[in-house]
């Protein structure tokens, strides 16, 4: 099997063993990006001098005894996460050629750990969009149909992973934008309680609702890099201090449990399987529920009647949040400066000519929805119908451990289908907002495909904190049918 074919924990184990080393490994990727990558255009930047001398220090540690799960293994990282002395775009013009002085505690976690970095991939801009065709470089292709959209903004991160061009990468969920790109590309997403990973160094879009997850090829490998990035950090405010599990150790349900899944309660909410869906996006989520039922998990109808809120709430607290987080960016201080005939039209000159059509759009419904006399129509109703959708979600948990539902309700659509239609792009995220919403955990994993053969995502949620139910339901779901082992013809 060629080295860029081995998952995360195939390749530890063969490290491990001494009978490969991490400069072998990670010069086997950076050969496998510089052929692939010309077609899928997963990566902004590829560090490969810097990946080669970091293989070499991993090389050395494991040779002095020292030994970690990601030790030697090349990881990629979206570009919205800042890693000191490589350039952060987040997709934008407005911040080409900036370089940012420190890294994020993620990157330190995963440096400390012995990670390779492999290079910053394309996202859309400040991770405003579902298909990476929001990027101000390019469009990001699908490895499983290059006619396709990876997803979105996490799409390069999620196509790097699919297209055996990095073991595992970072990516961030404000809507779904790990979830949605990993099911569209066939791979495992984790979207972690908030607060769970540390969000310094994450640029923002929305405070509130951004998060730091893993893109992995299966729940193992994820559960892995989800347990080197996750812990409390004081350097950032909403960071949560409740102990981090073994998540690894974890995906394995405990002695005396009994076999499969018995005793999980799994719910399946109407409210998320509805007209109008792709019908074997249907059929393979009803198909994956019903395999979670054979495992031996009990099967509980529950009702979240407020998810019809998601959508609308969303698009009024996120772009509200924007509006407010990127007003940083004047061409003053960092990035783009496009000068005027004065400070103002310099500002308005700058972001005239460095945000994209998609940013604009959230800046000005943002700002709208903050100005005086709209706030309490607009913002707080939408603040409102958040706190009754965290409410469904905790009178459901009192019922059930996990809830399953479909993670898109369509599999990956063509490049430049959707982009005339903003309204249509935004329902890609339905099934997807609500966690973000609720600051709870979740995952998408592959459960099928349709007559294209393009990837399907079936999405399982966790309360506040419980990641280990869910990738213990995950991979036993996963153990039980294999769709994570196929691969693009790519």
Known sequence: MPLHDLTLEQAHALLQRGEISSVELTQALLDRIAVKDKEISAYLTVTAEGAIAAARQADARRVAGEETPLLGIPIAIKDIIHIRGVPTTCGSRILEGFVPAFSATVIHRLQAAGAVLLGKTNTDEFAMGSSTENSAYFTTRNPWSLERVPGGSSGGSAAAVSGRMAFAALGSDTGGSVRQPAAFCGAVGIKPTYGRVSRYGLVAFASSLDQIGPIARNVMDAAILLGVIAGHDPRDSTSSKAPVPDYQAGCWRPAGAGDGLNGLRVGTPAEYLVPGMQPRVTAAVREAIATLEKLGAEIIEISLPHTKYALPAYYLIAPAEAS???????????????????????????????????????????????????????????????????????????????????????????????????????????????????????????????????????????????????????????????????????
């Open 324 to 490: 407010a987080n990127l007003a940083r960016y004047d061409g003053m201080r960092y990035g783009l400066r496009v000068l005027g005939q004065d400070v103002g039209n310099t500002y308005e000159q700058t972001r005239a000519q460095g945000f994209g059509a998609e940013v604009t759009r959230r800046i000005m419904l943002g700002t709208f929805a903050l100005r005086a006399g709209y706030y309490d129509a607009y913002y707080l109703k939408a603040q409102k119908a958040r706190t009754l959708i965290r409410q469904d979600f905790d009178a459901a948990f009192e019922r059930v451990d996990v809830i399953a539902t479909p993670t898109t309700p369509t599999t990956a659509f063509r490049v430049g289908e959707k982009m005339d239609n903003p309204l249509e792009m935004y329902l890609a995220d339905v099934f997807t907002l609500s966690m973000n919403l609720a600051g709870i955990c979740g995952l998408s994993l592959p459960c099928g495909f349709d007559d294209q053969s393009l990837p399907i995502g079936l999405q399982l949620m966790g309360p506040a904190l419980g990641e280990v139910v869910v990738l213990q339901a995950a991979h036993a779901y996963e153990q039980a049918t294999g769709w994570h082992k196929e691969r693009p013809a790519l």
